[in-house]
């Protein structure tokens, strides 16, 4: 029988695990077809720099970024629904500049300040797919 853990509180840090090396990317989806329209929003709007795909998955379309050390792989879903609730949380270091960007661009920015100790704020990429942007509070 295996026990449940107590949760942590939000800010408490846990014992050391086998994750510790970090996140390589997130995944999103993508229509098929609609790789140059995700390249204008990510590349063209949000300054990310796209990555060559290995080969033998770039015969599967889609598109890879990066920013720093965050890659966002976006892979063709033949059935592709948006993700609006699941999404990627985003660290930026200036997110008021992020946002000013965006919003003169004419993509909708929605501020959330239910995340203690973060200011963050929520858009959508060009498909809808819920994007989390996010700084820690000074």
């Known amino acids: 029988m295996t026990r449940r853990r107590e949760a942590l509180p939000y800010g408490a840090t846990g014992a050391v ?5 970090g ?6 989806a993508l229509p098929p077809g609609e790789e140059e329209v995700c390249r204008r929003f990510y590349v063209d709007v949000l300054g990310m720099t796209e990555i060559q795909k290995p080969p ?10 990066r920013a720093d050390s965050l890659e966002v792989h976006l892979g063709v879903e033949e059935d592709f629904r948006p993700s609006r609730k699941g999404h990627p ?23 959330d300040d239910d995340f203690p100790g ?21």
């Open 17 to 21: 695990s086998p994750f510790g090396l």
């Open 23 to 28: 996140l390589h990317h997130v995944q999103l």
């Open 56 to 65: 033998v998955l770039a015969a599967r379309g889609g598109l890879w970024v």
């Open 89 to 111: 949380g985003i660290l930026v270091a200036d997110i008021d500049g992020l946002a000013e960007r965006l919003t003169a661009l004419g993509v909708e920015v929605a501020w």
């Open 118 to 138: 973060h200011r963050r704020f929520y858009a959508a990429d060009c498909h809808e797919n819920r994007l989390e942007f996010l700084c820690p509070e000074k």
